[in-house]
């Protein structure tokens, strides 16, 4: 007999949190067709822009979930966000350019030649309510307006008590596992001990949300950010930052603010409009969309997840916007897990699978936190290359800056210093490796004892692919029947595949008697022969770092799960056991 008021649910899977991670997260199980209920204490998706960098890795994983397609027809292509510029202001004075997001001519066919996807721009009041809708036309149950009050786990599952925020309907809710998406204000992540670890409130910024026709300044040299080097006593980011998020009709002007002295409620429409004024150059006609605060955190959770309950996103790595990191970490983050619960939850992989979510995401986080507050204090060189000091009167500040036009060594050395400043935000804005060339380690994965490689590159600017165990495996241009695809599209939702080239056919027979045994199944490609899937490019040969006959075997989520150099009878007879690790059955 039910309660007045209140409503019980029971369901696989609870996610807490609609953004970027939740509902990503929502569409990866409905794709693979596990039940899950979606709750949201907000009332609707983002209702500011908030982060929009989309890196090809997730873009990828977007292609993997069916809605790549999609997300390009909302999206802002990469092409649109070539140009980083430092100005005086927009209309004025342009100090400097570089070109960023790998659509730079040195670094075009790096980006290229590691991904199927390019990059794209597209801020969370759009991503989001195509990611809801996507969730939804694939059946995912989602309800907005409904507040995470409390859980608690036992042997066989967790009871979750969820509060209707405009009613007075309790709705409790049992579940295999429940999911924390629910940001960096997270509710979930301290009901079971997990904390995160590191600086808060460094500093406070505000994003001014508008729509203005700029075109006439930023046509001719398309990009996503625009940072400010007027002269003069001002904070950081001086006059702002502003970050096109609709070419070339809609933007954030962000600023650095005190909250001692600001209330960002008490800021009048007309004074939003002055900062913009004062950022173009020019009076504009700018419509005000929304004021936004946000803090600036350096954190990261020791662990994301407590028995039955995982976290991810903001709700477990917190840090500045540089390098654009964020979004795209917590969409990995739950393509990781899905295909994992969706494996365990019917039995088909052990629950130790699970446990390898944590020991694969969280350095990954960890790595994107500390790149992105190094970001942020690089950023600084800018300024000091063009003179600029602290508390600095305006006269003193432009009469340094124009050394950097004057002949002679001082204007060579400003000149210079100024380059090399430029050149280092690159670990901002070109941080290839950064964002593609992450590797997992876990229980999960088998390792093949290989040594670490000697960079050729620096593996922070520059993606260098490789099919070592835990890597993402490597793009490959092929063709299957004639059609052309990627190596990462050889991988089933939830099924393993075993790449292999020219005589190593004989993978075949212990990959089907696994798959029988398991219901996972594993793929065998021969890449490379006269049918079938073709190398015309060569690039998979070039890539695959084992012997024609060895073999390379990929996990759902396109990470290399374990590869051989060679076929023997002994190396197929290691198979099973290696799927077994990687499914999380062995010793069950």
Not at 152 to 174: A, F, K, P
């Amino acid at each position: 007999m039910s309660i007045p008021g209140s409503e019980a649910v029971e369901v696989p899977v609870l996610i807490v949190g609609a953004g970027p991670a939740g509902l990503a997260l929502s569409v990866a199980l409905s794709r693979y067709g596990v039940g899950h209920l979606v709750v949201e204490r907000h009332r609707g998706t983002a209702h500011t822009p908030r982060a929009h960098i989309i890196n090809q890795r997730t873009v990828e994983i977007f292609r993997h979930l069916g809605i790549s397609d999609r997300f390009h027809a909302v999206a802002t292509p990469q092409h649109l966000m070539a140009s980083n510029l430092w100005v005086a202001t927009l209309a004025g004075l342009e100090v400097a350019r570089s070109e960023t997001w790998g659509t730079g001519a040195e670094r075009a066919a790096d980006y290229r030649m590691a991904s199927p996807e390019p990059m794209a721009n597209c801020p969370q009041t759009v991503l989001e309510p195509m990611l809801l809708a996507a969730a939804r036309d694939m059946g995912a149950d989602v309800r907005f307006g409904w507040e995470f009050t409390s859980l608690e786990q036992d042997q066989d599952g967790v009871t979750s008590v969820i509060q209707e925020r405009d009613g007075e309907t309790t709705l409790t809710v049992r579940s295999q596992y429940v999911v924390g998406a629910d940001g960096a204000r997270s509710r979930v992540l301290g009901q079971d001990g997990l904390t995160v670890e590191g600086p808060d409130d460094l500093a406070r910024a505000a994003n001014i949300w508008f729509r203005a026709d700029l075109s006439r300044y930023l046509a001719h040299r398309p990009g996503v950010l625009t940072w400010n080097v007027m002269p003069g006593p001002l904070p950081p980011l001086r006059l702002g930052t502003m970050i096109c998020h609709k070419p070339f009709t809609e933007f954030v002007l962000a600023f650095m603010y005190d909250p001692e002295q600001v209330s960002l409620d008490a800021i009048a429409a007309s004074e939003l409009r002055e900062r913009i004024r004062a950022f173009v150059g020019e009076d504009v006609d700018a419509e005000i969309l929304g004021v936004a605060g946000w803090q600036v955190r350096a954190q990261i959770a020791a662990t994301y997840a407590a028995g039955r309950v995982f976290c991810m996103g903001d709700a477990v790595h917190r840090h500045p916007p540089t390098n654009g990191l964020g979004l795209n970490m917590s969409i990995a983050d739950a393509y990781n897990l899905g295909w994992k619960l969706a494996l365990v939850l019917p039995g088909r992989a052990g629950t130790a699978l699970l446990d390898s979510y944590s020991p694969e995401r969280q350095p990954v986080g960890a790595q994107g936190v500390q790149r992105a507050i190094t970001s942020l204090q690089e950023g600084a060189a800018v300024e000091a290359a063009l003179g600029f000091e602290p508390g600095q009167p305006a006269e003193a500040g432009w009469k340094a800056l124009n050394i950097l036009y004057e002949p002679g060594p001082a204007g060579d050395e400003r000149r210079n210093a100024l380059n090399q400043a430029i050149e280092l935000s690159n670990y901002q804005f070109n941080a290839h490796g950064v964002e593609l060339g992450y590797r997992y380690r876990s229980g999960a994965i088998v390792d093949d004892g290989s040594a670490d490689p000697t960079p050729v590159r620096d593996p922070q600017l520059y993606y260098q692919p490789t099919t070592r165990p835990g890597a993402r495996v490597p793009h490959a241009r092929l063709e299957h029947d004639g059609v052309p695809v990627s190596s990462l599209d050889l991988v089933d939702d939830l099924g393993f595949a075993l790449l292999t080239g020219v005589g190593g056919e004989a993978w075949a027979q212990p990959a089907a008697e696994i798959s029988a045994g398991t219901g996972v199944p594993v793929r065998v490609h021969v890449i490379g022969g006269r049918e079938g899937v073709t190398d015309p490019y060569g690039e998979w040969a070039a890539r695959r770092e084992v012997e024609s006959t060895g073999c390379v075997l990929v996990r759902p989520d396109r990470h290399v799960a374990w590869r051989s150099m060679r076929y023997t009878p002994d190396s197929a007879r290691q198979l099973p056991a290696v799927i077994e690790q990687a499914l999380g059955l062995a010793g069950r």
